[in-house]
C-alpha cells in the first residue's frame, strides 16, 4: 500500500488475520496482542492515507467467545486514523421461532376479549451455519462485526440499494421520507449466511473466509456508481474482487502474501464466481 499515491481508492473491503490462531498458509496468526494491535495500526494508516475524503472502510472482523474484547480494541486503535461511522452486525446463523395466534376453544365460557389472542410458538426453524463450540461457559459464536469507517464520519451512503419493503404497509403513507415508495433501510443487521459447499479444499480453500454477498452489499451500500478503485489489502482467495467483478468495479488492487491463495483469487476472478468464501 505505500507504493499507491494518496487518495485514490473510493472503497476498502478487507478482513485482516483476527489473531486467534487460525492456521494460514504463510502467516502467524499468534502475535502477544501489544504487537498485533500495533500491526493494525500500521496498515490502518496507509489505509487512511490512499482513502479518498469521501471514501468509505468496511472492516470485517471476529471473535472467539474467550476473546470477546478483541473486535473492540481494533475500533479503539483506529480511531486515531478513522471515525467509526456505523457498526453492522453480520448475521451467520440464527434460529427464529414460528407463531401462530392462540386462540380460546370453542364452548369455553370465557370470551376471546377476556382472554386475548396471544402468540404462541408453534415451531423453530434455523437458518444459515455456524461452526458449533464444545463449552458450558460460552454460546455458539453466530455473528462478527462489519465496521464502517470513513474519514469524517459524514460520508452518504445509499441505502435503499439494500432496501427491504415494509412488513406494516401503512408506513409508506406514514412517512414523507419513503416518497410512496415501499422501500426502507435494511438496518445494521446482515444475515449472509455461508453456502452450502462439498469440499472445503476444493470449494473454500481458505480457513477464514466470509461470503461474497457480504463484500457485495458493502460495495451497492456505499454506492456502487461511487466506487471507481476498490482495495482490499488482505486478498486471500479473492471473493472481495468477485464482488467488486460483480458489482462492475472499474478497478480492483489486492494484496496477497500466499501463493497458492493467490492463485485460488485468480481463478476466481476469471470464472466470475466465489461459492461462499470472502476472500
Not at 33 to 47: D, I, N, P, T
Not at 100 to 122: D, F, I, N
Not at 151 to 163: M, Y
Request: hydrophobic share 35%; charged share 25%.
Amino acid at each position: 500500500m505505500s507504493r499507491l499515491a494518496e487518495e485514490r481508492v473510493d472503497l476498502v473491503v478487507t478482513s485482516p488475520p483476527y489473531n486467534l490462531g487460525i492456521s494460514y498458509g504463510k502467516y502467524s496468526d499468534r502475535q502477544d496482542r501489544r504487537s498485533y494491535l500495533g500491526w493494525c495500526g500500521e496498515w490502518a494508516g496507509q489505509v487512511r492515507r490512499v482513502l479518498r475524503p469521501d471514501g468509505s472502510f468496511f472492516l470485517n472482523i471476529g471473535a472467539a467467545p474467550s476473546n470477546p474484547m478483541l473486535p473492540h480494541e481494533i475500533v479503539i486503535a483506529l480511531r486515531e486514523f478513522f471515525v467509526l461511522q456505523n457498526t453492522i452486525h453480520w448475521i451467520k446463523s440464527i434460529a427464529i421461532d414460528e407463531f401462530c395466534s392462540h386462540r380460546p376453544v370453542a364452548g369455553q365460557v370465557y370470551s376471546a376479549l377476556e382472554t386475548g389472542h396471544r402468540p404462541v410458538a408453534t415451531a423453530t426453524r434455523s437458518h444459515g451455519h455456524f461452526k458449533p463450540i464444545n463449552s458450558l461457559r460460552f454460546l455458539n459464536d453466530c455473528h462478527e462485526y462489519v465496521f464502517h469507517f470513513t474519514k469524517s464520519g459524514r460520508v452518504e451512503l445509499d441505502r435503499l440499494a439494500l432496501g427491504v419493503p415494509y412488513q406494516d404497509k401503512s408506513n409508506i403513507a406514514r412517512w414523507s421520507h419513503t416518497r410512496g415508495k415501499d422501500l426502507r433501510c435494511r438496518g445494521n443487521t446482515w444475515f449472509v449466511p455461508y453456502e452450502t459447499i462439498q469440499s472445503r479444499e476444493k470449494e473454500r480453500p481458505h480457513p477464514a473466509t466470509f461470503p461474497v454477498q457480504l463484500a457485495e452489499w458493502c460495495i451497492k451500500l456505499h454506492g456502487v456508481s461511487r466506487v471507481e478503485t476498490m482495495l482490499d489489502p488482505f486478498l486471500g482467495i479473492g471473493n472481495s474482487a468477485v464482488a467488486a467483478q460483480r458489482c462492475g468495479v472499474k478497478k480492483f488492487i489486492g494484496f496477497e502474501i500466499d501463493d497458492a491463495y493467490l492463485t485460488e483469487a485468480k481463478r476466481r476472478i476469471v470464472n466470475g464466481r466465489g461459492p461462499g468464501s470472502r476472500k
